[in-house]
Nanobody, 133 residues
Framework: QVQLIESGGGLVQAGISLRLSCVASGHNFRTAAMGWFRQRPGKEREFVAAISWSGTSTSYADSVKGRFIISRDNAKNTVYLHMNNLIPEDTAIYYC??????????????????????????WGQGTQVTVSS
């Protein structure tokens, strides 16, 4: 069973930076593609950022490009979302997601990132980020 636990959310003022963490347990984190999604008030959950299992490729939603950075530390089984220059529109519950890659396919998906919810197998419980103006 895979567990993903997010942390680092909170109430911050606009313009402040925040770092979210997602610790994975129960599977081989090193070969899992990871993603961050968010659900803003009254909206459906949406893609934010993704990183390949190798860490060599990343993807971002247009709304966060240039402000957010996704990274991973395989030694700590952790993926991060560095959020800079936060704006009130970033207020949301942020979710971490994992997609373990089959070992036989690692060489073909070395740079693959995934932007759709349906492409992920495991989800965390979410962490709330509130940005005040």
């Amino acid at each position: 069973q895979v567990q993903l636990i997010e942390s680092g959310g909170g109430l911050v003022q606009a313009g402040i930076s925040l770092r979210l963490s997602c610790v994975a347990s129960g599977h081989n984190f090193r070969t899992a593609a990871m993603g961050w999604f968010r659900q803003r008030p009254g909206k459906e959950r949406e893609f934010v950022a993704a990183i390949s299992w190798s860490g060599t490729s990343t993807s971002y939603a247009d709304s966060v490009k240039g402000r957010f950075i996704i990274s991973r530390d395989n030694a700590k089984n952790t993926v991060y979302l560095h959020m800079n220059n936060l704006i009130p529109e970033d207020t949301a519950i942020y979710y971490c997601a994992a997609r373990p890659q089959p070992l036989a396919d690692l060489h073909t998906v070395v740079a693959a990132t995934y932007l759709r919810e349906s492409e992920y197998d495991y989800w965390g419980q979410g962490t709330q980020v509130t940005v005040s103006s």
